[in-house]
């Protein structure tokens, strides 16, 4: 993703192939003012980028290095990536164990089984050794996919009902020897994580972005929503397919498109179905996502993507999720929403 200096109208949802997902390239409004900070950097594998609109300019520096402060406690808790991290710890204590965790993980491990719960599993996140074998974690690319015997037997340590949780949250219990991989959660989370600094600091106005998904604070510069771009899912061309208002709300988008590899012309995406243990193939090319909290859009825009166009479409509209779909057709794609989406379509100026 290339950050840039000058912003132009609209941010735009796009897909990059890197181990943390989708991410955003960011194309901000131009500055009103002086007083539209920015501060970006990399962090989890991708980039993020933070403005915020204040009249205490001198205060800008001391927020951005509280930004990156988080950012890192986060990453350091969370990245499977990392040998000694949180979730590295825990996924090599032995079964059975109580392990205490930190206030970020025990958060973000509650939004996690309540969105695996809630989904019946299609968002699972101890399916950390399927993404892995199937060349999209840590362990690196494959050069073949893995085989049916290697898939059952991974298969067969899954499970989010085998994670529990003490009443207090600050203690977690594996039951299967499982590898959990919280990506599909954790940037989301961060997002709140910083969204929530800006507001502690008397900041109403501004937009957190991180490896794809956004919060969006107020209203940018000169009082109009962010304007979003949805992109058209298609590895080759990046149009934009939809283009959204948006203010005090998150927006999380998981697709198929970007991240994937192809062997003898079978094109393996990185979302998982926890069902088959394989890459999805169905025809959802993208959801997005939008709910107050980012983290729980980013978990159910992976879930959504697993289920596919019509239990997909279905489940958001009988749990009420504002929820755009982007779907595969002879002819390019056809676009589906929620009635809980359509209030956030652009109109006519």
Known sequence: MQMRSSITNYVVVKYLSISLALVLSLVRCSPASDELQSHGGEIMGTH??????????DQAQRIAGQVDRLLEQINRSMSTYISDSEISRFNNAP????????????QVMQTALGIADLTRGAFD???????????FGPDGVVSSPPDEKHIRALKAETGFEY????????????????????SAVAKGYAVD???????????????????GEIRAGGVKPGGRPWRIGI??????????QK???ISNISVA??????NYFEENGVRYSHTIDPATGRPIRHRLASVTVLKADCASADALATALLVMGPEKGLEFAQQQDIAAYFIVKSRDGFETRWTEGFATYLLKPD
């Open 48 to 57: 993020y980028s933070v403005q915020w609109h204040m009249k205490r300019a």
């Open 95 to 106: 079964v059975d164990t109580s392990f205490e965790v930190s206030e970020d993980f025990s």
């Open 125 to 135: 996140f101890t399916i950390g050794a399927l993404v892995n074998a199937w060349g």
């Open 163 to 182: 994670i529990s949780m003490s009443e207090e949250g600050r203690r977690l219990i594996r039951r299967r020897d499982s590898y959990i991989d919280l």
């Open 193 to 211: 994580v910083i969204a929530h600094l800006l507001e502690t600091k008397g900041i109403e106005n501004f937009l957190v972005e991180i490896g």
């Open 231 to 240: 992109e058209m899912p298609d590895s080759e061309k990046h149009g934009i």
């Open 243 to 245: 283009v959204i208002d």
């Open 253 to 258: 988008t998981s697709g198929d498109y970007r």
